[in-house]
């Protein structure tokens, strides 16, 4: 009896033993990850990961997309783990089927409106009967930030007020030459739209939205996203790359010359006007645990008033413990 009973509980040990190990060969056999991330202002936070600057146990691949619509091609074909989202595309993502989780927000300060030497801006009214140029698409943060103040306004957006979007250094370009009048830009695309021409900032976004909503950060605008399926199979690994990009972020803070002559490799700009462009930005990781209500009133208050720039409001379950 007492034979059959150790051979019993070495049965156990070895099983235990046997799981434990399984478990560990679960995280150790992911060497490497992919992380899509936006060719724009958000290349400086990653600096410190894509130099070498910041180490990880496991290689972090970064490409880098250029449309929202190649972003979702590589998510929908689980060609990538991780990616750097606008947390309005985000949140469109998710109530449009693909399941994504928000590990942090990362990106808070970077939008502004511009304006020619000849046209005047006093308030939203000002820029009914006008054109307003915005990058890429239709839905990305600033476009929905804007069709959401004007709609607030009672100016409706595509009636009252065109829109029209186009590459941001399109936009520019086009600035420079005189033939815009309004444009709703990224740093550092206004430090360049700026450069040379007598044009002014006439709307600073993140203000405009602390008094909307008394955020302490800033407007949520970007952040890292990572597929729930490789979430649930690997934690330890998805914080592993949380992590990076938290000192990533403080490394490219910390060290703002480094963070943009690494960045002025991928991002093809004046190295000074990617320097003169830190003025105007905010870069902070903050874990989604911690901005959920941020993140929430942001998306609340955008579908409330602009319906249609957000298709449904995402649960819990969006935001990674």
């Given at each position: 009896?007492?034979?059959?009973?150790?051979?019993?509980?070495?049965?156990?040990?070895?099983?235990?033993?046997?799981?434990?190990?399984?478990?560990?060969?679960?995280?150790?056999?992911?060497?490497?990850?992919?992380?899509i991330?936006?060719?724009?202002?958000?290349?400086?936070?990653?600096?410190?990961?894509?130099?070498?600057?910041?180490e990880?146990?496991?290689?972090?691949?970064?490409?880098?997309?250029?449309?929202?619509?190649?972003?979702?091609?590589?998510?929908?074909?689980?060609?990538?783990?991780?990616?750097?989202?606008?947390?309005t595309?985000?949140?469109?993502?998710?109530?449009?089927?693909?399941?994504?989780?928000?590990?942090?927000?990362?990106?808070?300060?970077?939008?502004?409106?511009?304006?020619?030497?000849?046209?005047?801006?006093?308030?939203?009214?000002?820029?009914?009967?006008?054109?307003?140029?915005?990058?890429?698409?239709?839905?990305?943060?600033?476009?929905?930030?804007?069709?959401?103040?004007?709609?607030?306004?009672?100016?409706?957006?595509?009636?009252?007020?065109?829109?029209?979007?186009?590459?941001?250094q399109?936009?520019?370009?086009?600035?420079?030459?005189?033939?815009?009048?309004?444009?709703?830009?990224?740093e550092?695309?206004?430090?360049?739209?700026?450069?040379?021409?007598?044009?002014s900032?006439?709307?600073?976004?993140?203000?405009?939205?602390?008094?909307?909503?008394?955020?302490?950060?800033?407007?949520?605008?970007?952040?890292?996203?990572?597929?729930?399926?490789?979430?649930?199979?690997?934690?330890?690994?998805?914080?592993?790359?949380?992590?990076?990009?938290?000192?990533?972020?403080?490394?490219?803070?910390?060290?703002?010359?480094?963070?943009?002559?690494?960045?002025?490799?991928?991002?093809?700009?004046?190295?000074?006007?990617?320097?003169?462009?830190?003025?105007?930005?905010?870069?902070?990781?903050?874990?989604?645990?911690?901005?959920?209500?941020?993140?929430?009133?942001?998306?609340?208050?955008?579908?409330?008033?602009?319906?249609?720039?957000?298709?449904?409001?995402?649960?819990e379950?969006?935001?990674?413990?």
């Amino acid at each position: 009896m007492i034979d059959k009973q150790k051979t019993i509980i070495l049965l156990i040990v070895m099983i235990a033993l046997s799981a434990c190990s399984a478990g560990g060969a679960q995280s150790s056999d992911v060497e490497q990850v992919q992380l899509i991330n936006p060719l724009g202002p958000v290349v400086i936070p990653l600096a410190g990961i894509t130099s070498g600057e910041i180490e990880t146990d496991i290689t972090i691949n970064v490409q880098y997309w250029k449309s929202i619509d190649e972003a979702i091609g590589l998510l929908a074909d689980e060609q990538t783990q991780f990616a750097v989202l606008p947390i309005t595309a985000g949140a469109n993502l998710v109530a449009s089927g693909l399941d994504l989780v928000l590990a942090g927000v990362h990106e808070w300060k970077v939008f502004y409106l511009v304006a020619a030497p000849d046209a005047e801006f006093e308030d939203w009214d000002s820029l009914i009967g006008e054109s307003v140029y915005s990058p890429e698409s239709k839905g990305q943060t600033v476009d929905v930030l804007t069709r959401y103040a004007l709609s607030k306004a009672g100016i409706q957006p595509d009636d009252d007020v065109e829109f029209v979007y186009a590459p941001p250094q399109e936009i520019v370009a086009l600035f420079k030459e005189g033939k815009i009048k309004f444009a709703a830009l990224p740093e550092p695309f206004v430090t360049l739209a700026l450069s040379g021409t007598d044009g002014s900032i006439v709307l600073d976004y993140q203000e405009f939205w602390a008094a909307e909503s008394g955020s302490e950060y800033g407007i949520p605008i970007a952040g890292l996203f990572v597929q729930r399926a490789f979430l649930n199979k690997y934690p330890e690994i998805v914080e592993i790359v949380a992590d990076a990009l938290q000192l990533s972020t403080d490394w490219a803070n910390d060290n703002p010359q480094e963070a943009v002559l690494a960045s002025s490799e991928v991002l093809p700009l004046p190295v000074e006007a990617m320097q003169a462009s830190l003025q105007r930005i905010l870069f902070t990781y903050i874990p989604a645990q911690d901005c959920q209500s941020i993140v929430l009133d942001f998306l609340i208050s955008m579908q409330n008033t602009y319906p249609e720039g957000i298709k449904a409001i995402p649960g819990e379950e969006f935001f990674m413990p």
